[in-house]
């Protein structure tokens, strides 16, 4: 059973182009959770999203991100006009349920994004 | 909002010392859960605690959850160089949506 996958491993970007990372949950979840990490730092939500509905984006930037989870196909987020501020680990994790609630998160290997 | 705070944010031990890295939220808990980064890598859960006062072990890893369901602690007993790396606690308040990590506790061993 293959775990949550991502991809690309590790994506550079310069300023002000787009990043779009790619996230496959495991097989039979419908739960799909992104975080940002940077460097010494913790994992910061980011967004929650469930097939064709995003549950909560509480923790997305108000401008430039944005998420979607299609009926078909990977999760993905989207980053436009990047800035060296959006330098950082993307990870994406999975569930079968709300997590947290019964069930755990499993993450991915994570997206390294490099903006320079 | 929720606050999930984890003290200390670096510890040095050498090996064979015991390690406690300890999680404090600002709301009380539904439950809370302890993930292991390894450096390079992605978080791993290791386990959950839902009940108030909740004992569980691992081998040489104690997890509890306070009384209160406000705070829990991540105990090893004798550490090994591969318990190097960053022990995050998340927890759910209520009716969230969404899990809050803590700031992590980077554990390094030296040999």
């Known amino acids: 059973n293959a775990g949550v996958m991502q991809n690309p491993r590790h994506l550079v970007r310069r300023r002000g182009q787009e990043a779009r990372l790619r996230c496959s949950p495991m097989?039979?979840?419908?739960?799909v959770y992104w975080y940002r990490q940077l460097p010494e730092e913790g994992l910061k939500f980011m967004v929650y999203?469930?097939?064709?509905?995003?549950?909560?984006e509480s923790g997305m930037p108000k401008e430039r991100f944005s998420a979607e989870f299609p009926k078909e196909g990977p999760s993905i987020l989207r980053i436009q006009q990047v800035v060296r501020g959006d330098s950082a680990a993307y990870f994406c994790a999975s569930s079968p349920g709300l997590a947290g609630a019964v069930y755990e998160q499993y993450f991915g290997p994570g997206t390294r994004l490099t903006v320079t | 909002g929720q606050q999930v705070m984890q003290i200390p944010q670096y510890q040095h031990v050498q090996e064979g010392e015991d390690f406690t890295t300890y999680c404090n939220s600002s709301t009380t808990l539904s439950n809370i859960q302890w993930y292991k980064q390894r450096p390079g890598g992605h978080p791993v859960f290791l386990i959950q605690l839902v009940k108030s006062g909740e004992v569980k072990k691992q081998k040489r890893l104690t997890f509890q959850f306070g009384e209160a369901k406000k705070n829990s602690s991540l105990h090893i007993t004798a550490t090994q160089t591969t318990d190097v790396g960053t022990y995050f606690c998340a927890g759910r308040a209520g009716s969230a949506r969404q899990l809050t990590f803590g700031s992590g506790t980077q554990l390094t061993v030296l040999p």
């Open positions: 097989k039979g979840h419908s739960h």
């Open positions: 999203l469930q097939k064709e509905n995003i549950i909560d």
